[in-house]
T-cell receptor
Framework: GDSVTQMEGPVTLSEEAFLTINCTYT??????LFWYVQYPGEGLQLLLK?????DKGSNKGFEATYRKETTSFHLEKGSVQVSDSAVYFC???????????FGKGTSLLVTP | DSGVTQTPKHLITATGQRVTLRCSPR?????VYWYQQSLDQGLQFLIQ???????AKGNILERFSAQQFPDLHSELNLSSLELGDSALYFC?????????????FGPGTRLTVL
């Protein structure tokens, strides 16, 4: 079946460091790809999305590119801030009503 | 604020009991999804409704059921509760039921089964 693999962390970085969170997936067909973020004690928020091959999603300094050939959607940010501390989820949508198929989540802690 | 509301915020109950979780989607959204977040299973899709009809099923147990009402709010019913059902239950809504559609998540209901 469909699956998502992402580094689980926790990832600890100093403020202004470069961030990469890897995500690879298996899916039937060509899903839309999403990154969601969950801040402590809150629900999930869409961070960015890409709907077709080579699309780049971007938001709040975060970027991810839909790589069909490697079935990957790695999340990057050039300079993280303390306020970026959260759990990040990679999520392709599925053939099941386009429900999201979430990875395990990557916990990020950014220290001053 | 996503515009999706869930009640109650917290629920504590005993094994064998039955509970109902409620979700109101964003105004205008026809599609409602239910997800379960637990430490061991992560975030899992349970079930989706679109405009009152069941559209898709995920890893939903037979002890669980859901429905979407004419006013588009949805309820998730969990019965014969077990300790392992303790989790955070999220509802999400989207405008339609298709790819590209962003899902907006509610704040969740934290269920504790003792």
């Amino acid at each position: 079946g469909d699956s998502v693999t992402q580094m689980e962390g926790p990832v600890t970085l100093s403020e202004e460091a470069f961030l990469t969170i890897n995500c690879t997936y298996t899916a039937t067909g060509y899903p839309s790809l999403f990154w969601y973020v969950q801040y402590p004690g809150e629900g999930l928020q869409l961070l960015l999305k890409a709907t077709k091959a080579d699309d780049k999603g971007s938001n709040k300094g975060f970027e991810a590119t839909y790589r069909k050939e490697t079935t990957s959607f790695h999340l990057e940010k050039g300079s993280v801030q303390v306020s970026d501390s959260a759990v990040y989820f990679c999520a392709p949508d599925s053939n099941s009503g386009y429900a999201l198929n979430f990875g395990k989540g990557t916990s990020l802690l950014v220290t001053p | 604020d996503s515009g999706v509301t869930q009640t109650p915020k917290h629920l504590i109950t005993a094994t064998g009991q039955r509970v109902t979780l409620r979700c109101s989607p964003r105004s205008g959204d026809l599609s409602v999804y239910w997800y379960q977040q637990s430490l061991d299973q992560g975030l899992q899709f349970l079930i989706q409704y679109y405009n009152g009809e069941e559209r898709a099923k995920g890893n939903i147990l037979e002890r669980f059921s859901a429905q979407q009402f004419p006013d588009l709010h949805s309820e998730l019913n969990l019965s014969s509760l077990e300790l392992g059902d303790s989790a955070l239950y999220f509802c999400a809504s989207s405008e339609a039921s298709g790819s590209y559609n962003e899902q907006f998540f509610g704040p969740g209901t934290r269920l504790t089964v003792l």
